[in-house]
């Protein structure tokens, strides 16, 4: 069994900053190794958004909506994704959730996060 779990988020002022982890745990871990880890987002209304995904080195595509604001590490041996945001805005308001897939023989299967509220307000 995969278990995700987010730390981080709440409510801070616009032009604040703010950092989310998310750690992945389970037995799993002990056999089969994570192959992409990353963030998505989803404001009131609207459809989820991609942040970005890590693999194997590179580096996200962030989309242009916070290019220059976010920033997405991974921390490989800890199996830990962090998003650190920056210059936060209003419209950055949503929850937002880690994801992790993992290829276990040939199937790839995929993991969330439980969710974290992040507020941008004054």
């Known amino acids: 069994q995969v278990q995700l779990v987010q730390s981080g988020g709440g409510l801070v002022q616009p032009g604040g900053s703010l950092q989310l982890s998310c750690t992945a745990s389970?037995?799993?871990?002990?056999?089969?190794?994570?192959?992409?880890m990353g963030w998505y987002r989803q404001a009131p209304g609207k459809e989820r958004e991609l942040l970005g995904i890590?693999?194997?080195?590179?580096?996200?595509n962030y989309p242009d909506s916070v290019k220059g604001r976010f920033t997405i590490a991974r921390d490989y041996a800890g199996n830990t994704v962090y998003l650190h945001m920056k210059s936060l805005e209003p419209e950055d308001t949503a929850v937002y959730y880690c994801?992790?897939?993992?290829?276990?023989?040939?199937?790839?299967?995929?993991?969330w996060g439980q969710g974290t509220q992040v507020t941008v307000s004054s």
């Open positions: 890590l693999g194997d080195g590179g580096r996200p």
């Open positions: 994801y992790i897939d993992v290829y276990i023989y040939s199937d790839l299967l995929d993991y």
């Open positions: 389970g037995e799993v871990f002990k056999h089969f190794r994570i192959n992409t």
